[in-house]
C-alpha cells in the first residue's frame, strides 16, 4: 500500500461536496484507489474531516438542511465505493457487528468503522441506522459475532448504547464503542462497561486486533444516578415541552426548531453526564447552544434565560441540578 499525500484529494472531494456533484466525488475517491491510497486514510483523511466542515457549515447558517442532506448522499457515496475496494480483502479474523445505537441516525460514522474493520481482514455485518436492542439481540443469536461495534454521534443514544453493551455482554460478547458522544477518551465508554473505546476508524483496527475472547456481563450502573436519568427520560417530551415555552415566552422571537433542539441537546447532554459520571458533555453542549444562539444573531441572554428555565426544571432531580450548576458556569 502506497502512502499517498491525500491534501489534494481533500480539496478536490470538498469542491464536489461542495457542489454536489456525486460522480465528481466518486471520481476523485477512485482515482485515489487507483493510484494506492491507503482505504481507511481515505476515510480519515479525506470524508471525514469534508463531512466535518458540512457541520460547520450548518453551524454558522451557511448551509441549510437540504444543503447538509446533499452532501451527506456524496460522503455516504464515497464510502460505499471505498467498501466495495476493501471488500476483496481476504477474511482472517472474526465477524463484527456494527451498529448505530437506538435514535441514532448518523449512519456514516458506523459506514467507516464497518469499512475500516473489513479493510483489516475481519468479516462484518452493519446493522444501519437506529437500531433496535431487541433486533441486535436477534442477531447475537443468529449470528453469534465475535465482537459487537457501536456508533453513537448523539448523547441522547448513550442509554440505549448501555443497553447494546448490556445485550452483548449478557452473551459474553465484547463490546467496541466509539462515536462524538463517547467524547475524545475512554472515560464514557468505560463508564458504560463497553469493552473497548477508539477514537476513530484507524484507532478501531489497532484495539481490535486485542480484543477479548469472552467477556463477563456488565455490572449495573450507579443506581441513583441510573434512576434519575430514567426518570429524566420518562419525561423528557414534557420537560422540554415546559422548558421551551417558558424560555421562548422570555427569550423573544426564536425559531422553534432551534429552540426545542438546544433544549433537546442539553437534557441529552444532561443524562450522558448522570449515566457517565462525566460532566463535559453538559460543558460543550452549553457552549455549542452560546455559539449557535449566537451565530443565529440572538443576545449573549437567551442563553442565561436557557440555564435559568433548564434549573427550574429540574428542581426534582437533585443530581442533574448539580451537574448543571456546576458544569454550566
Ligand atoms: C451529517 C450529520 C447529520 C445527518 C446524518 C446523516 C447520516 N446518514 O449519517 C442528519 C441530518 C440525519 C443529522 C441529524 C441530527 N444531527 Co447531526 N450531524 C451531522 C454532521 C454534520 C456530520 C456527521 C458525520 O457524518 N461525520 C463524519 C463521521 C465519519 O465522523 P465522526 O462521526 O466523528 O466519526 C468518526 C469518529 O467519531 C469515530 N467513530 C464514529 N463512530 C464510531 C463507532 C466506533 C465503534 C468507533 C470505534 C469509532 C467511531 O470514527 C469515525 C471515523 O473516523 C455532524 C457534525 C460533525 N462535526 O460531525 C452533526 C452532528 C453529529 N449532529 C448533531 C445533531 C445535534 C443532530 C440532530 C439532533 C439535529 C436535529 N435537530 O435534528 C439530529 C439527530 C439525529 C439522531 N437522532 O441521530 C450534533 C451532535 C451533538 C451531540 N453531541 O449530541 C453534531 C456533532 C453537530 C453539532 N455540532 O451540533 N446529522
Avoid at 480539496?11 to 485515489?32: K, M
Avoid at 476513530?200 to 475472547?213: F, K, L, N, Q
Avoid at 422553534?256 to 433542539?261: R, W
Wanted: net charge negative.
Amino acid at each position: 500500500m502506497k502512502t499517498i499525500d491525500l491534501a489534494e484529494t481533500l480539496t478536490a472531494f470538498q469542491d464536489a461536496v461542495a457542489r454536489v456533484d456525486i460522480n465528481g466525488a466518486l471520481d476523485v475517491v477512485d482515482t485515489a484507489l487507483a493510484d494506492g491510497a491507503d482505504p481507511v486514510a481515505l476515510l480519515t483523511e479525506v470524508v471525514g474531516p469534508a463531512q466535518r466542515v458540512v457541520g460547520d457549515k450548518w453551524q454558522r447558517g451557511e448551509w441549510s438542511v437540504a444543503d447538509e442532506h446533499a452532501a451527506t448522499a456524496v460522503a455516504m457515496a464515497a464510502t460505499e465505493a471505498i467498501a466495495r475496494a476493501v471488500r476483496r480483502t481476504p477474511v482472517e479474523r472474526g465477524r463484527v457487528v456494527v451498529a448505530c445505537a437506538e435514535r441514532e441516525w448518523h449512519a456514516l460514522a458506523a459506514m467507516m468503522i464497518d469499512c475500516a474493520l473489513r479493510s483489516d481482514g475481519w468479516s462484518t455485518t452493519l446493522l444501519g441506522a437506529s437500531t433496535p436492542a431487541l433486533r441486535l439481540s436477534q442477531y447475537l443469536q443468529d449470528l453469534g459475532p465475535d465482537a459487537v461495534a457501536v456508533s453513537c454521534s448523539v448523547l441522547g443514544s448513550l442509554p440505549t448504547t448501555r443497553r447494546f453493551i448490556e445485550a452483548s455482554r449478557a452473551a459474553g460478547i465484547p463490546v467496541l464503542v466509539g462515536g462524538p458522544a463517547l467524547g475524545t477518551d475512554d472515560l464514557r465508554a468505560r463508564s458504560l462497561g463497553a469493552t473497548v473505546w477508539a477514537a476513530d476508524a484507524r484507532h478501531a483496527i489497532e484495539v481490535m486486533r486485542s480484543i477479548p475472547a469472552v467477556v463477563p456481563p456488565a455490572d449495573p450502573l450507579p443506581e441513583t444516578a441510573a434512576a434519575e436519568q430514567a426518570a429524566l427520560e420518562l419525561e423528557h417530551s414534557a420537560v422540554v415541552a415546559t422548558v421551551t415555552a417558558r424560555w421562548r415566552g422570555n427569550g423573544g422571537d426564536l425559531d422553534p426548531d432551534l429552540v426545542k433542539d438546544c433544549v433537546e441537546q442539553l437534557l441529552h447532554a444532561i443524562w450522558a453526564a448522570l449515566l457517565t459520571t462525566d460532566p463535559r458533555p453538559i460543558t460543550e453542549t452549553a457552549e455549542w447552544v452560546s455559539a449557535l444562539l449566537e451565530f443565529r444573531g440572538l443576545p449573549a441572554d437567551s442563553a442565561r434565560a436557557l440555564r435559568a428555565e433548564l434549573t427550574r426544571s429540574l428542581r426534582d432531580y437533585p443530581l442533574a441540578s448539580l451537574l448543571l450548576d456546576s458544569s454550566w458556569s
